[in-house]
């Protein structure tokens, strides 16, 4: 199939793009289906809303305002996946007390399905990380961290699958280079692989025996680097891949309105987007999957 022209109108600070030629296993019925992703990153422990005479973000963010509005955007669509790209940890005092149990918990509560590895997660060792995983209700993804001689190993899964109403999403995560960035005393034997080589050694699986509608990639590579352009980094891994349809960044603390349309090697649309930092954001991007095989997306940033 062709893929549709990117639609140029701009809705409520919302992009409309297309994503077609996906292969949609396992459809009968012949009428549209929506998939809402919603996602966080770079959260660090902001489990308050910030105080009302804060001079930036005066009320913003909050894990209770974050779960109600969740649950509003469940009510209007059941089929939600809630994901999140990393750096849940470390920035107030609940995580140098609870080193990351609340954190976990209260993420759990609000129903997240998956999130990546961020640099944060190891502030308080490997076995730190290891040691928050019973509070951890959904699934840990790392397709380019290899864990195998570290306690993290039995926690870590590099894809997972999900079905939502009859649609297969594929969802991988990647990490940032921790050398340099992290004493390796904290990371101990992590070995770190090149990101955009596993994503194609992933993807390839996810589409080809998987056979998944939509290809999503969990990412705390960080958006991009003007003062070094040659680093991998969201950009950089859209246009070096193929199939992968959503980008979730973390990392740089970017904040973007909506997400940001890209051609990867086969010159098709990849959304790459990421909202900022401490929870003042939470994204959404809606799929709409007809039974021609069109995919149309529409992503915005939501005030929290």
Not at 119 to 135: K, R, S, T, V
Not at 246 to 262: A, C, N, S, V
Request: charged share 25%; with cysteine.
């Amino acid at each position: 199939m062709k893929r549709r022209d990117f639609i140029k109108n701009t809705v409520a600070g919302s992009t409309w793009v297309s994503l077609g030629g996906l292969p949609l296993t396992g459809f009968s019925q012949a009428k549209t289906k929506q998939l809402t992703i919603l996602h966080t990153n770079d959260v660090h422990s902001h489990i308050d809303p910030f105080p009302a005479n804060h001079p930036k973000n005066p009320n913003m963010g909050g894990v209770v305002n974050r779960g109600i509005l969740i649950e509003k955007i469940r009510k209007e669509n059941p089929n939600v996946l809630l994901l999140d790209a990393g750096d849940s940890f470390q920035g107030t005092p609940y995580f140098n007390y609870y080193g990351g149990e609340l954190e976990f918990k209260l993420m759990s509560k609000m129903g997240y399905e998956a999130t990546t590895i961020g640099n944060h997660e190891f502030d308080n060792g490997i076995e730190g990380l290891a040691a928050q995983m019973p509070h951890a209700k959904f699934e840990i993804l790392s397709a380019n961290y290899d864990f195998k001689n570290t306690v993290m190993h039995p926690f870590v899964k590099p894809y997972k699958v999900f079905h939502k109403n009859g649609i297969k999403v594929g969802v991988f995560g990647l990490g940032v280079e921790l050398a340099g960035l992290v004493d390796k005393k904290m990371y101990k034997e992590t070995v770190y692989n090149d990101p955009v080589e596993i994503s194609k050694e992933i993807v390839k699986k996810l589409k080809s025996n998987e056979k998944c509608d939509l290809i999503i990639c969990l990412s705390h590579l960080g958006y991009a680097y003007k003062n070094d352009p040659n680093k991998i980094c969201d950009t950089k891994l859209a246009t070096l891949t193929r199939d992968i349809d959503l980008i979730i960044g973390g990392h740089t603390h970017t904040f973007l309105d909506k997400p940001t349309l890209l051609k990867n090697l086969d010159n098709k649309d990849v959304l790459v987007n990421q909202v900022g930092c401490y929870g003042i954001n939470l994204g959404r991007i809606d799929f709409y999957f007809d039974t021609d095989s069109s995919v149309i997306s529409q992503g915005k940033s939501i005030i929290v």
